[in-house]
C-alpha cells in the first residue's frame, strides 16, 4: 500500500497535537543524548512522551503505512494499527493512546511509528523539523 501524503490538516484535535508535539520535539531536540536521532525517531520519541509506559523503540519504516517489521504480523494486528492511527488523525493521539494502552507492546510500538511516519513531513513541513 502506498503512503498516501496527509491531507490539509484542518482538524481542531489533531491541530492540538501538533503544536503539542512540536514542543516536545523542541524539548527532546535540545537534550544532548538526543542530537543525533533521525527526524522520525525524534518525533515517535516525542510521541512517546506524550503517552505513559511505551515500549522501547522499533526500527524505522521504510514506507506505507505500517513498519516493516509489522508486514508479517497477523491481519487482526495490521488492522488494530490502522485503526489506531485514524483514530489518532481524527479524534487526537490522546485518544488513540489511550486505546493502545489496551492492546500489545506490539500494537503500541507499531502505532507510535506509524504515526510518526505520518506527521513527520507535515513537521517537516512546517518548519518544525529540518
Known amino acids: 500500500m502506498p503512503e ?3 491531507q490539509e490538516f484542518n482538524h481542531e484535535v489533531l491541530e492540538a497535537d501538533i503544536k503539542r508535539l512540536s514542543q516536545e520535539i523542541q524539548k527532546h531536540n535540545e537534550m544532548p ?3 543525533m ?3 522520525q525517531e525524534l518525533v515517535k520519541k516525542s510521541i512517546q512522551s506524550i503517552s505513559p509506559a511505551v515500549p522501547q523503540p522499533a526500527p524505522q519504516q521504510s514506507g506505507g503505512s505500517l513498519p516493516d517489521y ?3 504480523a497477523p491481519a487482526e494486528a495490521k488492522l488494530e494499527i490502522e485503526y489506531l492511527v485514524d483514530i489518532a488523525m481524527h479524534q487526537g493521539i490522546d485518544k488513540a493512546n489511550a486505546q493502545a494502552m489496551k492492546s500489545s507492546p506490539f500494537i503500541m510500538d507499531a ?3 506509524s504515526m ?3 506527521l513527520y513531513p507535515e513537521l517537516q513541513k512546517r518548519g518544525i523539523l529540518k
Open 116 to 118: 510518526a511516519a505520518k
Open 111 to 113: 502505532f507510535h511509528d
Open 33 to 35: 543524548e538526543n542530537r
Open 37 to 39: 536521532l533521525g527526524g
Open 4 to 6: 498516501q501524503p496527509l
Open 70 to 72: 509489522a508486514a508479517q
